[in-house]
């Protein structure tokens, strides 16, 4: 029986080349690299996204709502692709077998197909599946012409309805390139990225990091969530002023249209605004901002956030670096009391936030019968077998063929 349709953002997250990277390699092994990828991947996208389905060598998954904020979107499917890049890495560089289903691992690659619209929940032998016309579109555009057309191999297209649900003005701006596909439902135009050279940029990446031994104030606290929903309450513009004393509303400035390096914040106190900018942004990880500090003749100072996941939730801690003339670490001595007191009550105000709001998307997953990505039992790294269908000569070129060049 299908219930009411409602808004949603279906995502498919799939690993390209994985059919003829199977085709000539060990199953024991390929199935525990493809399990391990896999869920490497719907660990990546949870728990802004619940999984709808596995379906081989992809993962579906979905968020229901009218809307979708575009930079955290598009900050957890780069953020996606690059646990999947840094995976692959890990395992070669952990593995020292040489059957062809380790060696040939860098064959491998990921895409996704991203779009908007209604669907139904309908049970099937008590599991929920999503039905409807669009999640046919979702599934259409798997088959596309983007690498032939545009070159690119990794890549995330969103289409036209998403990019509309994302409030992205400007999708070339933000680095897209505009594409469309004709499928049997009609012609859908959208936008593309291109996740390879997305993971270059990040790869080249200045870091601004305040380190603990640069520190000179730091608050660590235990929230009740992990890394992504408290980044989306800590970062969001919208959700600020839900907890932040005396913040009545956050103007945020991209000049890409998605929230970054190089973004400002005016963060309004009645008619006073404190200005941030964002100057490093690795979601789910660390963000680093540069603020002034609202006293006449107040100082510039750096500050990073740091996210890390542990049993109780999220780990957070906020470094302010020491500054370099001594005039100005006076006046941070000065202030840190009054500020610290702030940031103390801040977080008793969010505590109650995250807590309901993971409560509630574990409710939600849990009432939709979620599935949970397979387990690998990681034997291509404590059990290697000897290829039996092609020479080290022959896997050896196949890499150098899968390479860039």
């Known amino acids: 029986m299908l219930n009411r349709p409602e808004p949603a953002c279906l995502v498919i997250a799939d690993i390209s080349g994985y059919t003829s990277y199977i085709a000539g390699t060990e199953l024991e092994h390929s199935q525990d690299i493809l399990a391990d990828l896999i ?14 389905k596995l379906e081989g060598d992809a993962a579906f998954v979905y968020a ?36 062809n289903a380790c060696l040939l691992i860098p064959n491998l690659d990921l895409k996704f197909v991203g779009h908007h619209g ?25 088959k596309n012409t983007i690498v032939e057309g545009l070159g690119v191999p990794a890549y995330a297209f969103y289409s036209g309805d998403l990019v509309a649900a994302m409030g992205l003005a400007d999708p070339a701006a933000a680095g897209l390139v505009a594409h469309a596909e004709q499928i049997d439902l009609g012609e859908v135009r959208g936008w593309v990225r291109d996740l390879e050279a997305a993971w270059q940029a990040e790869s080249r990446r200045v870091r601004v990091f305040v380190e603990p031994t640069d520190a000179v104030w730091s608050i660590e606290t235990i ?15 919208a959700r600020r002023p839900k907890w932040q004393q005396g913040v009545d509303i956050v103007h945020e400035a991209a000049p890409t249209g998605r929230r970054g390096p190089g973004t400002t914040n005016h963060c309004m106190h009645g008619k006073r605004a404190s200005i941030e900018e964002i100057v490093d942004w690795r979601p789910y990880e660390y963000f680093t901002l540069r603020f002034q500090v609202p006293v006449p ?22 470094r302010i670096e020491r500054p370099r003339r001594l005039k100005d670490r006076a006046m941070v001595g000065m202030i840190t009391p009054l500020f610290g007191g702030q940031i ?10 995250i807590a309901e709001d993971a409560a509630r998307r574990r409710a939600a997953g849990s009432e939709a019968g979620e599935p949970e990505p397979p387990v690998s039992a990681e034997r291509f790294l404590r059990e290697p077998v000897r290829s039996a269908d092609a020479t080290g000569a022959d896997v050896e070129s196949a890499v150098s063929e899968s390479l860039p060049h």
């Open 344 to 353: 103390r009550a801040d977080i008793r105000a969010l505590i109650p936030l």
């Open 118 to 142: 209604l669907v139904a929940h309908q049970r099937i032998l008590g599991r929920d599946e999503l039905a409807g016309a669009d999640v046919i579109v979702a599934h259409r555009l798997l």
């Open 39 to 52: 869920s490497t991947v719907v660990g990546a996208l949870r728990p802004l996204f619940r999984l709808a």
């Open 297 to 318: 003749g107040g100082p510039k100072l750096t500050m990073t956030d740091t996210f890390e996941a542990i049993d109780q939730g999220t780990r957070h801690i906020s």
């Open 223 to 237: 929230l009740p969530g992990p890394p992504a929903i408290v980044w989306d309450w800590i970062t969001s513009p």
């Open 64 to 99: 229901p709502g009218e809307t979708i904020d575009g930079s955290t979107l598009q900050d957890a499917i780069e953020g996606c692709y690059f646990a999947f890049r840094r995976r692959l890495r890990d395992i070669r560089q952990a593995s020292t077998c040489e059957c």
